[in-house]
């Protein structure tokens, strides 16, 4: 069982990326994916999630309208594009699955916005 992210870096404010989780180990498909994040010094928070399917998203409301989340059950990966990034942003972020009282974590991908 498996979840692994990539795609942080350092980015200028304003600028993008794709955050990338790619699971293994588990019916990928039966669970709701969310992504969360910890900036230094601060509690972890839910940044967005999708249902198993794909129907629902949800988004924290300092993310939305420039996150969107996605997910393709087929290559068993979630996606999480960030666009208009600014320093606020900064923090490691963590892939999630959850089914039930099952939950999975990724080893987190760290997003840095600095110019």
């Known amino acids: 069982v498996q979840l692994v992210e990539s795609g942080g870096g350092l980015v200028q404010p304003g600028g993008s990326l794709r955050l990338s989780c790619a699971a293994s180990?588990?019916?990928?498909?039966?669970?709701?994916m969310r992504w969360y994040r910890q900036a230094p010094g601060k509690e972890r928070e839910l940044v967005a999630g999708i249902s198993s399917y794909g129907g629902v998203r949800n988004y924290a409301a300092s993310v939305e309208g420039r996150f969107t989340i996605s997910r393709d059950n087929a290559k068993n990966t979630v996606s999480l594009q960030m666009n208009s990034l600014s320093p606020e942003d900064t923090a490691v972020h963590y892939c999630?699955?959850?089914?039930?009282?099952?939950?999975?974590w990724g080893q987190g991908t760290l997003v840095t916005v600095s110019s």
């Open positions: 180990g588990f019916s990928f498909s039966t669970y709701a």
């Open positions: 999630n699955a959850v089914r039930g009282t099952t939950e999975l």
